[in-house]
């Protein structure tokens, strides 16, 4: 059973930054996506970035582009959420989820992030509030 446990939320003014961590335990195969999504109070869960074990692939909301970075160590069992030119629409609950993909599957980041249902493991969420 793969466990998520997050961290680095917090409070931080308008145009400052922050970088979430997520630790993954409990991987046994090689292929698989950790993605960071995000709900703000009212709305659905949407994907934010993510992030393939295999190549290496990333994906970004069209929101999140230019701003924020998915990076993960060189055991590719923690992924980092770099977030720069942080906004108060960026306010919300960000949750890391994991979720195996096909062996040796290429161009399926897009896909894998496009979408909560792909993702059957889940943090517990950390609280991101972007106010001054």
């Known amino acids: 059973q793969v466990q998520l446990v997050e961290s680095g939320g917090g409070l931080v003014q308008p145009g400052g930054s922050l970088r979430l961590s997520c630790t993954a335990s409990g991987l046994v195969r090689d292929y698989y996506t950790i993605a960071w999504f995000r709900q703000a109070p009212g709305k659905e869960r949407e994907g934010v970035s993510c992030i393939s074990s295999g190549d290496g692939a990333t994906y970004y909301a069209d929101s999140v582009k230019g701003r924020f970075t998915i990076s993960t160590d060189g055991a590719k069992t923690t992924a980092y959420l770099q977030m720069n030119g942080l906004e108060p629409e960026d306010t919300a609950v960000y949750y890391c989820?994991?979720?195996?993909?096909?062996?040796?599957?290429?161009?399926?980041?897009?896909?894998?992030?496009?979408?909560?249902?792909?993702?059957?493991?889940w943090g517990q969420g950390t609280h991101v509030t972007v106010s001054s």
């Open positions: 989820a994991a979720d195996y993909y096909p062996d040796g599957a290429v161009d399926i980041v897009a896909h894998m992030c496009s979408t909560r249902n792909n993702f059957g493991s």
